[in-house]
């Protein structure tokens, strides 16, 4: 994200010269930008944009992996160990892979003989 302003603040200043120096203004930090971006972001101070920051996206939010989240699952799971990731999406109402990433990653544990058990078993 760092090296992105950057990127655009050299566009805004080039886009003030009134010119475009796609070398200077491409690569940042070893990073390349594609040309089309950069030609958005130039036309778009050249109309008079001074905001270098980018639009927030409309749409679902990326992280489904809440504490509430996680709290229905482990909830969901404590119920019945026997159920699958499928069910458990399906009862919790969030998507297959968002579950499967937290009943691994978050509740560390997977599946064993039809049931989920902690990925570290003890005595209990």
């Known amino acids: 994200m760092h090296g992105s302003l950057e990127q655009r603040y050299a566009i805004k200043f080039c886009a003030k010269l009134g010119k475009i120096w796609f070398r200077n203004v491409a690569v940042v930090e070893d990073r390349l930008w594609v040309c089309c971006f950069v030609f958005r972001w130039h036309k778009a101070f050249k109309e008079g944009r001074e905001s270098i920051e980018g639009e927030q996206c409309a749409g679902r939010p990326l992280a489904s992996r809440t504490e509430n989240n996680v709290a229905r699952v482990k909830a969901v799971l404590d119920r019945d160990r026997r159920l699958n990731v499928r069910?458990?999406?399906?009862?919790v109402g969030l998507p297959k892979t968002d579950v499967h990433r937290i009943v691994t990653e978050d509740l560390h544990m997977r599946k064993i003989c039809a049931?989920?058990?902690?990925?570290n078993l003890s005595d209990v």
Not at 87 to 91: D, F, P, Q, S, V
């Open 87 to 91: 069910l458990i999406a399906e009862e």
């Open 115 to 119: 049931k989920l058990v902690p990925n």
